[in-house]
Structure formats: C-alpha cells, structure tokens
C-alpha cells in the first residue's frame, strides 16, 4: 500500500468517492489494502474499525468538540499514530466502496454495541483512548455531526447504490479526463 501522512480512511478513500477506480492499479491495490489493515488493527484492539480524521472526546473553552487526524501505524507517517484508538462511523462508509460485506457488518457492530446512532444518522467518531474515557466507561460517543463526514457517507451510499452517479459526472469534465491516464497507474513489477 503507498504510505499517507496519517494513514487516516479519508486521506485514502475520499479521492475514489470522485474519480474512476480501475482494479489492478496502485490506487485501487492501496485502498483495498488499507481496509484490510484497518480491519485487522481493529480486531488487534478489540473494537471497530474504522480510523479516520474526527472530532474526539476533548473539548475547548466553548464546549467545542476537538478534531485532528488519526490513523493506523505502518499506514501513515506520522509519529504516535498508536496513542489515540478513535473510530469514525463515516470511515466505514466510505469503505463500501471496496468491502461492501465487511463494512455493512461494521456499521451494525457500531450502530448496536457501540450506540453509534443518533438523531441525524452515525455520530462523528467513539474514542476509545483510556485518557480521554469516563472513568468506568469503555468508550466515549461523540456526540456530534461534521457535514463534511455525513456528505461523504451519503456519498459512499450513492455511489454503492447508484453506480457511482457523482464518479460519472466528474470525470465526464474534459479537463479531468485529460488526465485520467494518471489514475490507471499500475503496481509496479519487482523482480
């Protein structure tokens, strides 16, 4: 898998929400093998997966909910991507794309065991840092909505449900398609 700054589900999976994905290619080999390993370093920490760019259970003087990006070590570059464990709902959602059966099976894990959902649709991410955690609780639901995390998740369904409608139009812009040779790059050959 090529390497991101934080190894975070948007940085890799945002782009495909958009542009053509061609099987076989560095992009689409990546984005599958980054699922992977999300789902694998989930199960290594015991809990859903899905790491991503978020909000976080830590607010500022105004009540406002915190956001950086997190990660999955070995996946990105930055350093102490192992000292936060928060997961974002819309990550999954997005990974429809590529593991539809594996991420529908996340979204109900997150949805029932972990009270994912709210009013508006799946809360923007559940910290499960031990600093950050109630004491006596294992995790800690934020309890808030990005627009930018619920449109790509909305996104995600309309491009698994509705054969990529928003994929169509932006590469039917001449400009774009000018350079969609770029995008049919393939893993290279190691001998």
Known sequence: ALVS????????????????????TLLSQTCRAVIRRQ??????????????????NA??????????????????LKRG?????VIAPYAS?????YQPEEACANIERL????EALGRYGLFEAIDYTPSRVPRGKARAVVHAYMSHHQGMG?????HFLCDAPMVRRFMSDPAVRAAEVLLQERVPEVT
């Open 5 to 24: 700054w934080s190894g975070s589900m948007f940085e890799y999976l945002m782009p495909p929400l958009l542009m053509a994905d061609y099987p076989g």
């Open 39 to 56: 789902i694998q370093y989930g199960r290594q920490r015991r809990v859903p997966w899905g790491i991503s760019e978020s909000c976080y």
């Open 154 to 158: 909305l996104l995600a369904l309309s």
């Open 111 to 114: 949805i029932r065991s972990e």
């Open 93 to 97: 959602m997005m990974a429809l794309l």
């Open 59 to 76: 607010t500022d003087a105004h009540h406002t909910y915190q956001y950086r990006a997190f990660g999955v070590p070995g996946l990105g």
């Open 81 to 85: 991507l192992s000292d936060d464990l």
